[in-house]
T-cell receptor
Framework: KAGVTQTPRYLIKTRGQQVTLSCSPI?????VSWYQQTPGQGLQFLFEYFSETQRNKGNFPGRFSGRQFSNSRSEMNVSTLELGDSALYLC????????????FGSGTRLTVV | GENVEQHPSTLSVQEGDSAVIKCTYSDSASNYFPWYKQELGKGPQLIID?????GEKKDQRIAVTLNKTAKHFSLHITETQPEDSAVYFCAATAFGNEKLTFGTGTRLTIIP
């Protein structure tokens, strides 16, 4: 079966711009989580969506937001980009979060210049 | 909140030898502990997981042990092969939490 698909794979943006990243979960998976991965902070939880509702949010500023559509696809948005937002953004899907394994996509590498 | 510590940060072993990576967690409510392998340019891949109602789980050359009393769990890889070279992450969460807390990762290098 198809895995978790994230688009685009690479992105270069300028400080102050905004960006939208997309994630298509495994068919049938209703939970979608987002993580930020950096060399300094490791893997950090951004937020989780289930049936279009955000159920949990990590410790990130309000510039980071997300949403989930009725087909379970999810997007995350970062506004007013800062250099420190450069990271690998990973999406993970699960049938029901916490009850089974999370499958990660290959991520979107965002570079802010 | 949950805090997961992982050791060592780097590990080099001869091909064919065993590798052990250890993690400790702080939240006694955590009851699901997955291990992920991340290769260059890829997302983390789930390789094995364990729930708090069992003490050990094995899948071919990979095994995970859990000590709930001491709040630590370990990944054991036997008969290591060059393709085992990667970064390994442990994580912890509780059912209904929706959030994985990750360790800081172990870079495993298998020396041919």
């Amino acid at each position: 079966k198809a895995g978790v698909t994230q688009t685009p794979r690479y992105l270069i943006k300028t400080r102050g711009q905004q960006v939208t990243l997309s994630c298509s979960p495994i068919s049938g998976h209703r939970s979608v989580s987002w993580y930020q991965q950096t060399p300094g902070q490791g893997l950090q939880f951004l937020f989780e969506y289930f049936s279009e509702t955000q159920r949990n949010k990590g410790n990130f500023p309000g510039r980071f937001s997300g949403r989930q559509f009725s087909n379970s696809r999810s997007e995350m948005n970062v506004s007013t980009l800062e250099l420190g937002d450069s990271a690998l953004y990973l999406c993970a899907s699960s049938l029901v979060a916490g009850l089974d394994g999370y499958t990660f996509g290959s991520g979107t590498r965002l570079t802010v210049v | 909140g949950e805090n997961v510590e992982q050791h060592p940060s780097t590990l080099s072993v001869q091909e064919g030898d065993s590798a052990v990576i250890k993690c400790t967690y702080s939240d006694s409510a955590s009851n699901y502990f997955p291990w992920y392998k991340q290769e260059l340019g890829k997302g983390p891949q789930l390789i094995i997981d364990i729930r708090s109602n069992v003490g050990e789980k094995k899948d071919q050359r990979i095994a995970v042990t859990l000590n709930k009393t001491a709040k630590h769990f370990s990944l054991h890889i036997t008969e290591t092969q060059p393709e085992d070279s990667a970064v390994y992450f442990c994580a912890a969460t509780a059912f209904g939490n929706e959030k994985l807390t990750f360790g800081t990762g172990t870079r495993l290098t298998i020396i041919p």
